[in-house]
């Protein structure tokens, strides 16, 4: 007698979240399913932990079986194994079978496993194929019954409850919830940022994005708000958790990779949903020090026509630097700005990677607290509820905000400052930040692209 296949709906929500993980990364890569219904495939873990080489993928057992305790203790079954294989693999191999032997003769499955092979694209962007599979005691079935479900149910829409709301009541006057719930922050590079989105989170912020591919090191303990327990954890898991503590009616997505010419800009806005927001509801920020990573941020800020905002601490932190760019207000685009920089790492006569190093990390919050109140001008931008509803008109074409710690950062904008305190009796604290002026550069590599519609 044949045996009888089963039909599992995998949620949206879990499907999104395997494309943003194992979607983009090179294989192997894997993770668990669970259902809390028999029906829907509607949880989903990441096994960021494992052990994988580009042909091999070995679970991190210890750490999954903490995972799936959890998941026993909310009446969430185990019900699969999920991983990617190298193009052209799409079938379980011999060691997948065995795996799920051994996982059915010590785990109560039902005695059958659902087990797809995962297809990412040659440049992993988060498009997959699921080729479904399940083992059930030595046998294995083949077009197994699967499909993603996409409908309202399956993925209600995103409203802040009244809980919440409390939270932030005390800001209702200057940062009314209503409006900062439904902005968007797309931020680039995690780690000397996090309190920089942390303090997004407190003002109510509703909607954040977070690319890092890099986990917490020790060193970050002393230079990026990490803590002991972070060390080894992505910093996009790490950061989306401690936003969750402060706003959990927060959407928070985590995508542990790198933002460079590897991602095209169709998986950029389907990795951030950007398609459907409106663009004054969305700042993409770039916080890394990677030249050509900032320079990536800035080309699709522009490309999509949404705002942009970068930041970068000076060599040992004697200064930083914030700019932004909005669409119809602003006149010089980041490559306007930093055009000098352009020639000079492109002439290579100036490195690629920011020199932050030394840098206390009193002057990392100094740049966090600036990108914050910058970002808020930003999404507030028109919104007449807010403190913010005109405030960037007066820096429309002074977006280069650079600050200057001890007299050190040796810019003409500066000068004024210091031959005042070399004067006057009474000094001004060494800290000083002044709005540049810009103007728009006729041989700008990012302005001289061509805009495009990008479908998704």
Known sequence: MQDEKRQWIMTDAVYDEICRTIGCHY?????????????????????????????????????????????????????????????????????????????????????????????VSDVPDGNITIHPYSFRKRVVLEEYGFAVDRSAAAHPVHEPTQSAAEIFARLQSVLPYDILFRKKVICVGCGGSIHFLETLARCGVGRFVLFDGDRFEKTNIATQGAYRGDIGKYKTDVLRERILQIHPDAEVIAVKRFVDDTLSDEAFAFLTDIQNDAPQDVLLCGCTDD?????????????????????????????????????????????CMLLTRYKKVLAGEAGEKGQSAGTPPY????????????????????EEKT??????????????IMTSFEGEVSAPAFAPLYATEKTETDLTYPTATVAIGQEKEADCTICAEKRVEVNV
């Open 363 to 382: 002057i990392t919050d100094h740049l966090n607290a600036v990108k914050a109140d910058f970002a808020l001008k930003i999404l507030c931008n028109g």
């Open 387 to 400: 403190k913010y509803y005109c405030s960037l008109e007066k820096y429309a074409d002074r977006n280069y």
């Open 27 to 119: 294989p192997e890569q894997g993770g668990i399913l669970g259902s809390s219904d028999g029906i829907h495939i509607d949880h989903y873990y990441f096994d960021h932990t494992a052990q994988r080489t580009g042909v091999t993928y070995t679970m991190d057992a210890p750490a999954l079986n903490e995972v799936i305790h959890d998941w026993n203790d909310h009446d969430i079954r185990l019900i699969g194994v999920i991983h990617s294989h190298p193009t052209g693999c799409t079938a379980p191999s011999y060691g997948d079978r065995q795996i799920a032997e051994h996982i059915i003769d010590t785990i109560d499955v039902d005695e059958e496993l659902f087990t797809p092979i995962v297809q």
């Open 291 to 335: 030249f050509y990573a900032q320079d990536r941020c800035a080309k699709l800020a522009m490309r999509f026509g949404i705002p942009y905002l970068a930041a970068q601490i000076f060599a040992g932190g004697t200064g930083h630097e914030v700019l932004f760019w909005v669409p119809g207000l602003t006149e010089a685009c980041p490559g």
